[in-house]
């Protein structure tokens, strides 16, 4: 959802904000907007449309004095994308500006309790509400001042605020969204994320909900909810600043995709310790693993295609039944679990509201939650008994690669270690594919060296397709769920992924002449099965393209185009099938025109419900 960041120092505030907005345009694209303190006054320049605008409104920020400032990248919520509805909002009295990341929920009530007293909407978004409450409970006292603000508040919300009478210091308030603060030499900031800010400073602390921070040039201060200062422990980001860079590649999602080997490698060596599975800081010891009655695996969008994975490959090796529930319906279904089952939250960001409520709802119900995510000291990592970190580093691309490619690997790496202390796996097989871990970087690799060609080919033939069908069986079914959002997401061809068994019960009647049909054949033990359903549809007009592995051969005669994999044990197969399909994705949309690392209506980070 919408990026935020905000600079307290002594060098000009609008070119070091619109840097940190550059890094974060992939929370939000629609409009954007910064103001400053200049002099006594606030200064505010915000407009519909890419960043780019507020660039050329500004000279680059250079028409803008004053060296504190906050700024804004939107994904609108309340109120179609406008030059009013941007952000920041400024209170009537023009001493209050305002930026926000979340949803105000009782916006409504809110608006009746401000209009009651003589205020005046100027636009249709509910973060008005908090420029107009901040002037009108204004006590003289900032922080008072936010906290009585954040009392009336209901919903999720990272806020930047400024006030024209403090032009050292800026004020920033969490609950529920995230916000790290960046701690540098005569500078502080804030950020949305930390790969905005990394090029700044590599020091960072993290609010907690309902914390007030005062930002200042040379000091930060963290208030809690009494207005008592809470003393925090600065930390070091490792991430590379260069994550947040394209390094050449003409999109972050295809240099992404190149990332997975190290990715993959970074997220499995260290869980592997001379052929045993180690999961480091997990508490549980086997013999919690053992005794479980069950397992459910939670989380939203590609991460629940993820957790699909998952349940093949625990269910298959461990013998323990596995769940996987969208984590907005979890949340809402009054889930039955408790102490017997595990509760696995799988989220790149750790921020994802409906994974957040997911995971708190499976704490209120006394079940054990380990959660899987690749961002360091996020929500969902700090709120769960235990983290699975996937070392995967920032992901800025709005459609996931490594970060879920890491998360299959997480997966596997849990699911091995719970069939081991279930005694459910034997010897030879534990060590055969704690090998094949292992071996996945360099497979992944060979997919980059060997298939990208042939891929950019048939994507080349293929991008004029209105729609594309993805089918398979077994962990291949759950491989085509995501290849099909891939597509669909950045390219905007209508996909959908079906069973292949499921086909004749309804879908086959959209099958015609020339429908694009992706067909993931993987399996060896269902290849025949899945063979049967592309001559079923070829022979109703469908054009077929198969990914397959070593059993490639059997398709030959029947696709109409072949991607042969590199061989890999077929538990992991998913890995494989996820590479190439991501860069059928990528090379799809890149020939139809389409704004890849910025989808139309996407975010990243999706953190309303
Ligand atoms: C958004 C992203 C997806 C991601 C999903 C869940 O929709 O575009 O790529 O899979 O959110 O995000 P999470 O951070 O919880 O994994």
Redesign the pocket.
């Known amino acids: 959802m919408c990026g935020i960041v905000g600079y307290a120092g002594s060098d000009r505030a609008a070119p070091i904000l619109l840097e940190g907005l550059k890094k974060l345009e992939y929370r939000g694209y629609d409009s954007s907007g910064l103001a400053v303190v200049s002099g006594p006054e606030i200064k505010m320049v915000k407009t519909k449309g890419r960043l780019a605008n507020l660039c050329r409104l500004t000279d680059d920020g250079k028409n803008l004095d004053g060296s504190v400032g906050i700024g804004h990248t939107r994904w609108a919520t309340h109120g179609e994308p406008s030059d009013l509805n941007s952000h920041p909002h400024i209170s009537p009295d023009g001493r209050f500006a305002v930026v926000h990341n979340g949803i105000i929920e009782n916006y409504l009530e809110l608006k009746e309790f401000l209009t009651a007293r003589g205020f005046r909407f100027l636009s249709e978004t509910d973060t008005e509400a908090v420029a107009l409450l901040t002037e009108y409970y204004f006590s003289g006292d900032m922080i008072d001042t936010l906290q009585k603000v954040a009392n009336k508040l209901r919903g999720s919300y990272a806020l930047g605020v400024l006030f024209s009478q403090t032009p050292d210091a800026f004020y920033a308030v969490r609950k529920d969204s995230p916000l790290v603060v960046g701690l540098g030499k005569g500078a502080n900031y804030i950020a949305s994320d930390m790969p905005a800010l990394l090029s700044r400073t590599r020091s960072f602390i993290l609010l907690e909900d309902d914390e007030i921070a005062l930002v200042g040039r040379n000091v930060v201060r963290v208030y809690d909810r009494n207005k008592e200062i809470v003393p925090k422990e600065p930390f070091e980001a490792t991430w590379d600043e260069s994550a947040a860079e394209k390094d050449g590649y003409p999109h972050f999602m295809l240099k992404e995709i190149h990332e997975q080997p190290k990715a993959l490698q970074n997220t499995i060596k260290p869980h592997i310790k001379n052929g045993k599975i180690d999961l480091g800081a997990i508490k549980p010891t086997a013999d919690y693993f053992k005794n479980i009655a069950g397992i459910d695996i939670v989380?939203?969008?590609?991460?629940?295609?993820a957790g699909v994975v998952g349940k093949y490959f625990i269910e298959e090796l461990a013998r323990v039944p596995v769940g996987v529930d969208l984590?907005s319906e979890f949340r809402y279904r009054r889930p039955i679990t408790g102490e017997s089952r595990l509760t696995v939250i799988?989220?790149?960001?750790?921020?994802?509201a409906d994974?957040l409520a997911a995971l708190r709802e499976a704490k209120r119900a006394k079940s054990k939650t380990l959660a899987i995510v690749?961002?360091i000291g996020s929500s969902?990592a700090r709120e769960a008994d235990e983290v699975f970190y996937t070392l995967a580093g920032p992901e800025i691309a709005?459609?996931?690669t490594k970060?879920?490619t890491t998360?299959l690997a997480a997966l596997c790496l849990i699911g091995l270690y719970i069939a081991d202390a279930r005694g459910a796996v034997n010897t030879e097989t534990y060590a055969g594919l704690a090998g094949d871990l292992l071996t996945l970087p360099d497979k992944v690799n060979c997919v980059l060296k060997e298939n990208v060609g042939g891929l950019q080919y048939l994507s080349s033939v293929h991008h004029g397709a209105t729609h594309a069908f993805f089918i398979g069986r077994g962990r291949d079914y759950a491989a085509a769920m995501e290849g099909s959002?891939k597509l669909k997401?950045i390219s905007y061809i209508h996909a959908e992924a079906y069973a292949a068994g499921e086909l004749k019960h309804g879908t086959i009647s959209l099958i015609e002449n020339g429908s694009l049909v992706v067909a993931v054949c993987t399996e060896p033990a269902l290849a025949e099965k899945t063979l049967s359903n592309i001559r079923e549809v070829k022979s109703r007009g469908a054009h077929v393209l198969a990914l397959t592995a070593n059993i490639g051969q059997k398709f030959a005669a029947d696709a109409d185009s072949l991607v042969v994999l590199p061989d890999v044990n077929p538990l992991l197969s998913p890995v494989l099938s996820a590479v190439a399909l991501q860069l059928l994705g990528y090379y799809i949309s890149a020939a139809r025109g389409c704004d890849i690392d910025k989808p139309r209506n996407?975010?990243?980070?999706?953190t309303v419900e």
Not at 299 to 305: E, Q, T, V
Request: proline residues 0%; glycine residues 10%; charged residues 10%.
């Open positions: 989380a939203c969008g590609s991460a629940y295609h984590a799988i989220s790149q960001s750790g921020e994802t994974t690749n961002v969902i709005v459609a996931t970060g879920y998360q959002l997401e996407l975010a990243k980070s999706v």
